[in-house]
């Protein structure tokens, strides 16, 4: 038997923090005279789920176009995998909040137009796009056009397309807001599910605090604009994988809701006292 006092206290290993995938540092956008965002600084780890709420007009869709390369900041610097961020990029996935398939072409067409843009051979593109339809849950729904898919099928083939390019970061504006609350917790659920198979850095912006906890590993709070900046930055330490529905009963769900709204408020009553 052995002596207890013999046995060997092996000290723990630390687990090294995630490289960072996006690098947002003192950015500013400013449109004329009009300071949207001011000296924002952020870092998304690689397979980190971040999710930035605040204030109606407080410059958050302005911060994903400044990732995706659709808007040139005015200062600081934006940058993927330690490259600066120059014109659109093709490295990212782009949820939207508004339908963006193409009307006259089918779930399957929509769903392989990023590997067309990227002269993937027309076989091996359609054998992607099916399997990813199949993934999203709409196997046999390829021919359908999008007048003819549910809202909530709709958006299937919208993160089907956004997802089957293998993007390095995932951006999504207020992806499900259109939604009716049960289909929306469908998408949530889905939508992590698919994220856990094969972790990206994944950047989004919503409303609504409740969808911004159960989803993310990190919220962000920003201030009420112009010349919005962070003013919060929670961890969310709630267990992997989740169910987006049952997880809001849990205390500490409770209690992170209460510490971030606690600064969300401010923010949003500011942001109603500017506007009258």
């Given at each position: 038997?052995?002596?207890p006092?013999?046995?060997?206290?092996?000290?723990?290993?630390?687990v090294?923090p995630?490289?960072?995938?996006?690098?947002?540092?003192?950015?500013?956008?400013?449109?004329?005279?009009?300071?949207?965002?001011?000296d924002?600084?952020?870092?998304?780890?690689?397979?980190?789920?971040?999710?930035?709420?605040?204030?109606?007009?407080?410059?958050?869709?302005?911060?994903?176009?400044?990732?995706?390369?659709?808007?040139?900041?005015?200062?600081?610097?934006?940058?993927?995998?330690?490259?600066?961020?120059?014109?659109?990029?093709?490295?990212?996935?782009?949820?939207?909040?508004?339908?963006?398939?193409?009307?006259?072409?089918?779930?399957?067409?929509?769903?392989?137009?990023?590997?067309?843009?990227?002269?993937?051979?027309?076989?091996?593109?359609?054998?992607?796009?099916?399997?990813?339809?199949?993934?999203?849950?709409?196997?046999?729904m390829?021919g359908?056009?999008?007048?003819e898919?549910?809202?909530?099928?709709?958006?299937?083939?919208?993160?089907?397309?956004?997802?089957?390019?293998?993007?390095?970061?995932?951006?999504?504006?207020?992806?499900?807001s259109?939604?009716?609350?049960?289909?929306?917790?469908?998408?949530?659920?889905?939508?992590?599910?698919?994220?856990?198979?094969?972790?990206?850095?994944?950047v989004?912006?919503?409303?609504?605090?409740?969808?911004?906890?159960?989803?993310?590993?990190?919220?962000?709070?920003?201030?009420?604009?112009?010349?919005?900046?962070?003013?919060?930055?929670?961890?969310?330490?709630l267990?992997?994988?989740r169910?987006?529905?049952?997880?809001?009963?849990?205390?500490?769900?409770?209690?992170?809701?209460?510490?971030?709204?606690?600064?969300?408020k401010?923010?949003?009553?500011?942001?109603?006292?500017?506007?009258?």
């Amino acid at each position: 038997m052995l002596n207890p006092r013999s046995r060997v206290e092996l000290e723990p290993v630390p687990v090294a923090p995630p490289q960072t995938k996006v690098a947002i540092e003192g950015l500013k956008m400013a449109f004329g005279d009009y300071v949207a965002v001011r000296d924002v600084n952020l870092r998304v780890g690689d397979g980190e789920f971040l999710a930035i709420v605040g204030p109606t007009g407080c410059g958050k869709s302005t911060i994903l176009n400044a990732i995706a390369g659709l808007l040139e900041p005015s200062g600081g610097s934006v940058s993927i995998g330690g490259d600066p961020v120059a014109g659109v990029q093709r490295r990212i996935g782009y949820l939207f909040q508004q339908e963006a398939l193409m009307p006259w072409k089918t779930a399957l067409e929509n769903v392989e137009i990023g590997l067309t843009f990227r002269k993937v051979p027309v076989d091996d593109r359609r054998a992607q796009a099916r399997a990813w339809l199949a993934k999203v849950g709409l196997r046999g729904m390829e021919g359908r056009y999008p007048h003819e898919l549910s809202g909530g099928q709709r958006k299937r083939v919208q993160m089907a397309q956004a997802l089957i390019t293998r993007p390095e970061v995932i951006l999504m504006d207020e992806p499900f807001s259109a939604l009716d609350i049960h289909t929306r917790h469908l998408m949530q659920s889905e939508l992590l599910a698919l994220w856990q198979e094969d972790r990206r850095a994944v950047v989004m912006i919503t409303h609504d605090l409740e969808e911004a906890i159960s989803l993310a590993d990190r919220v962000c709070v920003l201030s009420a604009g112009p010349e919005s900046s962070v003013v919060g930055d929670f961890k969310v330490t709630l267990d992997r994988p989740r169910d987006v529905a049952e997880i809001k009963l849990e205390p500490e769900f409770t209690e992170l809701y209460r510490d971030i709204w606690s600064t969300l408020k401010r923010e949003v009553e500011k942001s109603h006292a500017y506007a009258k």
